[in-house]
């Protein structure tokens, strides 16, 4: 059974840092690309952030582009997300999502971010 | 950026009815589109891929049509679970996804 169980959400301060991480199960993670997706509160999905397979490929929307640092571990079947110099409007659940042929056909239950002074 | 655009915002129906949810794309995504369900609380699940194959275990009530710029996602007979949040993913544009803002089925 494929598992994403992301971790390391919390209260961050506007300018703080934190680094979100996406433990992989069922599934020969190595092979996939892996997303980052977030939702504010109450509002729609916003894809953020992309990594291919072996590291080679990453992309950025441009509302994180000089901030966010994707990356993974492929020894430790984990994704992770490096975020600095938040926003209020990061304020979101982020979820890591896996990319088959550019669908995202598995999704983790999400890690809140907040960022309030 | 290819910009989607769902309707309506909100559909108010009964089960046992058929529910019909649009998208429509800013510039042809081809088949490229893809259809999500998310009920309160829970992380969005997939449905249909490529504007019309649904995706492993997805009941066939769900079925998707269209390509180019119009899609359609049909809900043949509403199941109590069916209401829910539904949005709309295109792939055209690789690497930069975007997500259509939501249609939310709500029980008449």
């Known amino acids: 059974e494929v598992q994403l169980v992301e971790s390391g959400g919390g209260l961050v301060k506007p300018g703080g840092s934190l680094r979100l991480s996406c433990a992989a199960s069922g599934f020969t993670f190595s092979s996939y690309s892996m997303n980052w997706v977030r939702q504010a509160p109450g509002k729609g999905l916003e894809w953020v952030s992309s990594i291919s397979s072996s590291s080679s490929y990453i992309y950025y929307a441009d509302s994180v582009k000089g901030r966010f640092t994707i990356s993974r571990d492929n020894a430790k079947n984990s994704l992770y997300l490096q975020m600095n110099s938040l926003r209020a409007e990061d304020t979101a659940v982020y979820y890591c999502a896996r990319d088959e042929a550019d669908t995202l056909d598995y999704w983790g239950q999400g890690t809140l971010v907040t960022v309030s002074s | ?108």
């Open chain 2, 1 to 108: 950026e290819i910009v989607l655009t769902q309707s309506p915002a909100t559909l108010s129906l009964s089960p046992g009815e058929r529910a019909t949810l649009s998208c429509r794309a800013s510039q042809s995504v081809s088949s490229y589109l893809a259809w999500y369900q998310q009920k309160p609380g829970q992380a969005p699940r997939l449905l249909i891929y490529d504007a019309s194959n649904r995706a492993t275990g997805i009941p066939a009530r769900f079925s998707g049509s269209g390509s180019g710029t119009d899609f359609t996602l049909t809900i043949s007979s509403l199941e109590p679970e069916d209401f829910a949040v539904y949005y709309c993913q295109q792939r055209s544009n690789w690497p930069t996804w975007t997500f259509g803002q939501g249609t939310k089925v709500e029980i008449k």
